[in-house]
């Protein structure tokens, strides 16, 4: 997104002649730092959270713990698909080991 931002940046002062063509690099990615910085409260608010049965995540997201089937790591994070190519993203894990073995004890990720 920031390489997006930045090459239509320069695009458009490129476009309208403007001589500091490589002012546009540094708007884009400053506009990409901004944009991730206004939304890192809204992101860290997420909670997921694992009953017996399911796994409750925003917006309403409820995945039976049958219909998983692979949990694995993803940098600091947990991705669960289902058996219906579902895949969620469980961001920001202070201990991404200890929220896979919990989700492998309640039993899933059966299948990888």
Not at 3 to 28: E, F, K, R, S
Not at 43 to 52: I, N, P, S
Not at 63 to 92: C, M, N, P
């Amino acid at each position: 997104m920031a390489a997006l931002g930045m090459a239509g940046g320069m695009a458009v002062l490129w476009a309208i002649g403007n001589p500091h063509v490589w002012t546009g690099a540094v708007g884009g990615l400053a506009a990409v730092g901004l944009r991730s910085w206004y939304l890192l409260s809204e992101e860290m608010a997420v909670r997921w959270v694992l009953t017996e049965e399911r796994l409750l995540g925003p917006n309403g997201r409820r995945v039976r713990l049958g219909e998983i089937e692979r949990v694995r790591s993803l940098g600091s994070a947990v991705q669960v698909v289902t058996t219906s190519g579902d895949k969620h993203l469980l961001k920001y894990q202070a201990d991404r080991d200890a929220t896979l073995a919990r989700l492998r004890r309640a039993g899933a990720g059966r299948g990888g």
